[in-house]
């Protein structure tokens, strides 16, 4: 088991944008280097990463603020 880790604080998306679909939804199979989301830091956005193959479990919710180091998802 493997946790991703906010690289930044800011907001967590999990959608490219508003009207887009998640990357991916708890459960969905990820391969390293997949995107899972993305973290905004005044108007800049910057992507999260798998580091590792397997399913994902999200551990922060869309559009919530988060901490440099907070969990945001595990991969299994």
């Known amino acids: 088991m493997a946790q991703l880790l906010s690289p930044l604080p800011g ?3 999990r959608k490219p944008s508003p009207d887009k679909p998640s990357y991916k939804e708890d459960g969905d199979s990820v391969a390293k280097g997949d995107v899972i989301g993305l973290i905004e830091v005044m108007k800049s956005f910057n992507e999260v990463k798998a580091e590792s193959d397997g399913k994902i479990t ?3 919710e869309n559009e ?3 901490m440099a ?3 945001l998802a595990e991969i299994v």
């Open 11 to 13: 907001t967590f998306y």
């Open 58 to 60: 999200f551990m922060a």
């Open 64 to 66: 919530e603020p988060v």
């Open 69 to 71: 180091g907070q969990p």
